[in-house]
């Protein structure tokens, strides 16, 4: 099954527009991502709240259709 890279992207993408993403695919399965997203909707927030926003713009597809994600934040400068 699995998600590919373009399509956690996409969602990502929806949330924050102005993000910079970096998809890596851990285990050549499409199943495990490693994602970095740089975006300035991060302003003020921790890491948690950061990574809630990113967990919410998946809209649900994380532990069905996407296995694994190592997530990274950070705000924009």
Same mark, same amino acid.
């Given at each position: ?28 399965? #499409? ?6 997203? =740089?975006?300035? +909707?991060? /302003? *003020? &927030? #921790? ?6 926003? =990113?967990?919410? +713009?998946? /809209? *649900? &597809? ?16």
């Amino acid at each position: 099954m699995g998600m590919h890279a373009s399509e956690i992207e996409k969602l990502i993408r929806e949330a924050f527009p102005d993000a910079d993403i970096t998809m890596t695919d851990l285990a050549g399965d #499409n199943d495990h991502w490693s994602a970095m997203v =740089v975006s300035s +909707a991060f /302003k *003020g &927030k #921790n890491r948690v709240q950061q990574h809630q926003m =990113v967990y919410a +713009a998946l /809209k *649900g &597809k994380m532990g069905g259709e996407l296995h694994a994600l190592q997530l990274q934040t950070a705000a924009k400068d």
